[in-house]
T-cell receptor, first 114, second 116 residues
């Protein structure tokens, strides 16, 4: 099946720093989704990307849909303590039995020190 | 903002017992998903409903897991008998009609299952 690889697996940063994380796939995706999960809660959608090369912002978050359609990037500017959590990329399958089935990466754990 | 409701939030059960989880999706959302999330991993799809019909249950361990959405609204996921390896977070999600390409999922806060 389709697999998404996220890096880094974890990050420890100081409040105010910028953060970058990425997600790669061996398969092409037509949609990239970025979710954040706080401890003990379900994932919450942050940004959805629908077009190769697309750059979309949501407050301090910016995500890009890679030109090759096999990768995506998420940046967080001027991090704050509430940015702590696990960030997941996800993509729906594009063909065959995987069509429409959402696959998640393994997550990037973000810790922000005040 | 409307939410996906799940209950219970936490469940502790002994091995070989039966356990059930309930989900009420966002009103009007035709598609409902059950995901399992093992600690330290991303969610993995167990079953997908479109209205009351199962669209995909290829990853559901059917010897012990069952899911239903009888009236196309709320849904129940059951495990019988529970095994130690079933300990995980069980997440329900819903979306408006259509594939995940155009209708991103909205998740509930999950049920944390511990099997002892």
């Amino acid at each position: 099946g389709q697999q998404l690889n996220q890096s880094p697996q974890s990050m420890f940063i100081q409040e105010g720093e910028d953060v970058s994380m990425n997600c790669t796939s061996s398969s092409i995706f037509n949609t990239w989704l970025w979710y954040k999960q706080d401890p003990g809660e379900g994932p919450v959608l942050l940004i959805a990307l629908y077009k190769a090369g697309e750059l979309t912002s949501n407050g301090r978050l910016t995500a890009q849909f890679g030109i090759t359609r096999k990768d995506s990037f998420l940046n967080i500017s001027a991090s704050i303590p509430s940015d702590v959590g696990i960030y997941f990329c996800a993509g729906p399958g594009t063909g065959g039995t995987s069509y429409g089935k959402l696959t998640f990466g393994q997550g990037t754990i973000l810790t922000v020190h005040p | 903002e409307a939410e996906v409701a799940q209950s219970p939030r936490y469940k502790i059960t002994e091995k070989s017992q039966a356990v059930a989880f309930w989900c009420d999706p966002i009103s009007g959302h035709a598609t409902l998903y059950w995901y399992r999330q093992i600690l330290g991993q991303g969610p993995e799809l167990l079953v997908q409903f479109q209205d009351e019909s199962v669209v995909d249950d290829s990853q559901l361990p059917k010897d012990r897991f069952s899911a239903e959405r009888l009236k196309g609204v709320d849904s129940t996921l059951k495990i019988q008998p529970a095994e130690l390896g079933d300990s995980a977070m069980y997440l329900c999600a819903s979306s408006p009609r259509g594939p995940a390409q155009i209708s991103p999922l909205h998740f509930g806060n999950g049920t944390r299952l511990t099997v002892t």
